[in-house]
């Protein structure tokens, strides 16, 4: 059993050289270009998606969520026919998919099929991150910005819980999210780096 | 490969410890979260911390020629002006370095050695970001709002998690030093 304190010889399976180096940038710039040429079906998708996840607590059912220019534009079926829809921006939900790529390139091999496989297995729950995060913004939106109808609507615990949780997601959430899924996913099956 | 008890499956034992390491980081993300985003602790430390950068950038490009003043966490020129706000002053990054260096085993003097020097890395680093975020500002202004909301984050974030793997790298081998160390010095002890 390890000593309190002490890492364990099989707790960092990773070596960072020249080469890992060469291999995370070479990485987060292809996958920029990936994110540049699919961000806007892929908002198309996180917009159906929290558009459903919101529908299924709404009574009535009124959120209607698209994906426009960058921006998901909230519409509900009861706001008043001439006001303003609220945009939201985008691309600030999921430019985190870039970090994700350039931590698995990470391993020497990063194109081996198990590597290939755990990343997507990852970018499938990095994109369910993107959708909660997108429910918990236009949530918040509600919650917050929509004055006598948000007071109407949300109390003060619904407020601070929709509000914080954005808040989170957008100060260490988006960034530590990446992270979290290459550390619980990426890692596994990796062989102990060093002698 | 080793196995943690008998009968138990090869590397489950690096998998729990894996998963405690995850549990805790996102323990402490929670916590530092709650810190910085109360309003006491924003107004007394984040906000002097963010116009403290603001001189020091302001001073960088003085010296790089751009006539610059600053007013509280804003850097402004006759061409260009960016304020500089929560997100934009590697804070964010260091939370994520330190529960990262907080949640790895380790013994604590070489955490907090680790915490240092990885956020004065940090710092200087969100300095490089800001300058020249304000020269992309003044010569491309065009490219500023990608170069500011997803490539520079992106790049400080990501140097702050191979900043962390570097130092987890580094301590791991150092204390499978140290073990092998005492093994050998209890083998050849006489008996």
């Known amino acids: ?195 | 490969m080793k196995s943690d008890k008998a009968g138990t499956k090869p590397g489950a034992g690096a998998n729990r410890r894996s998963a405690a390491f995850l549990v805790r980081f996102v323990a402490l993300l929670v916590a530092f979260y709650a810190i910085v985003a109360s309003h006491p602790v924003n107004d007394a430390v984040i906000v002097p911390f963010t116009s403290g950068i603001a001189r020091v950038s302001a001073a960088i490009l003085n010296v790089l020629g751009e006539k610059v003043t600053v007013q509280g966490t804003e850097i402004r020129s006759s061409r260009f002006a960016v304020a500089i706000e929560n997100g934009c002053n590697g804070v964010e990054t260091a939370l994520l370095f330190g529960a990262a260096v907080l949640a790895f085993p380790a013994p604590w003097k070489r955490r907090l050695l680790g915490l240092l020097l990885g956020s004065v890395a940090i710092q200087v680093i969100n300095l490089v970001r800001v300058v020249s975020l304000f020269l992309v500002g003044v010569h491309w202004p065009a490219m500023f709002g990608t170069s500011h909301t997803i490539l520079w984050q992106s790049i400080v974030v990501l140097c702050g998690v191979l900043l962390f793997l570097l130092w987890a790298a580094r301590e791991t081998r150092a204390q499978q030093r140290v073990a092998v160390e005492e093994s050998d010095r209890g083998a050849s002890r006489p008996r």
């Open chain 1, 1 to 195: 059993m390890a000593r309190p304190g002490r890492a364990e010889p099989d707790a960092f399976p990773i070596r960072l050289d020249g080469g890992a180096a060469l291999r995370v940038a070479a990485a987060f710039v292809a996958a920029l270009a990936v994110w540049f040429a699919f961000a806007t079906p892929y908002e198309k998708t996180l917009a159906a998606a929290a558009q459903v996840a919101i529908r299924a607590f709404e009574r009535p059912a009124a959120t209607r969520l698209d994906a426009v220019g960058g921006e998901i534009r909230v519409d509900r079926s009861d706001f008043p026919p001439d006001s303003a829809r609220p945009g939201l921006p985008a691309a600030d939900l999921h430019f985190n998919f870039a970090l994700l790529a350039a931590l698995f390139a990470l391993p020497p091999h990063p194109l081996r099929q198990a590597n290939f496989g755990r990343f997507w297995l990852a970018a499938v729950l990095l994109w369910a991150v993107h959708v909660l995060a997108l429910v918990f913004q236009v949530e918040s939106v509600y919650a917050t910005r929509l004055g006598p109808w948000s007071a109407e609507h949300y109390g003060a615990v619904a407020r601070n819980f929709w509000a914080a949780g954005f808040h989170f997601y957008q100060i260490l959430g988006r960034f530590a999210a990446p992270f979290v899924l290459w550390w619980g996913v990426g890692r596994v099956g990796q062989k102990p780096a060093g002698k």
